[in-house]
């Protein structure tokens, strides 16, 4: 039997968790938004890694395909940041793998999409995830890892026109400190609010509150 490692979106983190779950896989397979060559080279010496590049990766991250078309453990594979991106017709495919979304995500269509989840900094109420593939006479088996559960909703809350007027304040190029001592957010709060905003062009107040999963006004 074959273990596929799968994870998407850990924007620079790499916990010991996902470490410990990786190190009893054959094989790594990464949806984008790694954001640091660091984690990237931690996964190639935990086993041998492919990855996409995400919306996320920037300049350091140019030598990283877009899209992948393997075929790894006896299955064909194909592999994307955003499904926005997959081309029409998968037949013949066994697994289609995407991130970008942070939402734990299998369903069969002819062959099975997934969507690891995110396992990198958490967003609020979103759980914390990945996927082992168990590859075995040429069947396979999806499992999903939670490393940290649904916290049942976020403890966070900001209304659309307060968050207008900070992200406002990102345009006129306030630093993430500033940002946090300005609406009194944690910091990890504050960072993650600035890099969806950053790396999503045209994504407004409500774009943010839905992607997060921040509660609306009351």
């Known amino acids: 039997m074959k273990k596929i490692g799968i994870l998407s979106d850990t ?7 996902i470490v410990d779950i990786l190190r009893e896989c054959d094989v790594i ?3 984008g938004d790694i954001n ?8 190639k010496s935990i086993a041998p890694t492919y990855a996409v ?14 899209k992948l078309d393997e075929k790894i453990c006896g299955l ?6 955003n499904k926005k991106e997959l081309p029409g ?12 979304s942070h939402k734990y995500e299998e369903r069969e269509e002819g062959c099975l999409f997934l969507n690891p989840g995110s396992c990198g900094p958490r967003r609020f109420s979103l759980p914390v995830t990945m996927a082992v593939v168990e590859v075995e006479n ?11 559960p649904d916290a049942g909703g976020s403890d966070v809350f900001l209304t659309e026109s307060t968050l207008t007027l900070l992200l406002r304040d990102v345009d006129k190029g306030r630093s993430v400190p500033e940002i946090v001592r300005k609406y009194h957010l944690d910091e990890n709060v504050a960072e993650q609010i600035c890099r969806l ?7 407004g107040a409500a774009g943010v509150l839905d992607k997060m999963a921040l509660p609306r006004d009351r």
């Open 11 to 17: 924007h620079g983190k790499l916990r010991k968790e």
């Open 29 to 31: 397979l990464h949806a």
């Open 36 to 43: 640091t060559p660091r984690v990237l080279e931690q996964l």
């Open 53 to 66: 590049r995400g919306n996320a990766d920037k300049e350091w991250a140019e030598m990283l395909p877009v």
């Open 76 to 81: 064909r594979v194909f592999m994307v940041h």
């Open 89 to 100: 017709n998968l037949s013949g495919y066994d697994l289609v793998i995407y991130g970008h």
């Open 138 to 148: 040429g069947s396979f088996r999806v499992h999903r890892k939670d490393i940290l």
């Open 197 to 203: 905003y950053l790396t999503h062009p045209g994504i």
